[in-house]
Nanobody, 118 residues
Framework: VQLQACGGGLVQAGGSLRLSCAAS????????MAWYRQAPGKQRELVAM??????????KYGDSVRGRFTISRDNAKNTIHLQMNSLKPEDTAVYYC??????????WGQGTQVTVSS
């Protein structure tokens, strides 16, 4: 399984960016896809999570991004997107895509840098 993330970059505070992560390879069923981030000197933290349930999907956001970020999933393309609005300098970090398949284990993308200038 490979995860290819894109969409990072440099933006001014208050601006927007959209990250995308495409999964490819031998994937029977995706249970969960998520975005995490890690800023220099800090632990990796959850940004947003999209979990596929039997009858419904579940979305969870980290406290610091709730109301500003939106995660969405394109099932047909095994892709998730992260729309980031009202960006703040504290959102600066490397953003990582994460996937958990129904077969167990987890996979990480290579990371994409997001830098928000004040």
């Amino acid at each position: 399984v490979q995860l290819q993330a894109c969409g990072g970059g440099l933006v001014q505070a208050g601006g927007s960016l959209r990250l995308s992560c495409a999964a490819s390879g031998s994937i029977f069923k995706i249970m969960r896809m998520a975005w995490y981030r890690q800023a220099p000197g800090k632990q990796r933290e959850l940004v947003a999570m999209f979990t596929s349930g039997t009858n419904a999907n579940f979305i969870k956001y980290g406290d610091s991004v709730r109301g500003r970020f939106t995660i969405s999933r394109d099932n047909a393309k095994n892709t998730i997107h992260l729309q980031m609005n009202s960006l703040k300098p504290e959102d600066t970090a490397v953003y990582y895509c994460n996937l958990i398949p129904n077969t167990g284990g987890q996979y990480w993308g290579q990371g994409t840098q997001v830098t928000v200038s004040s």
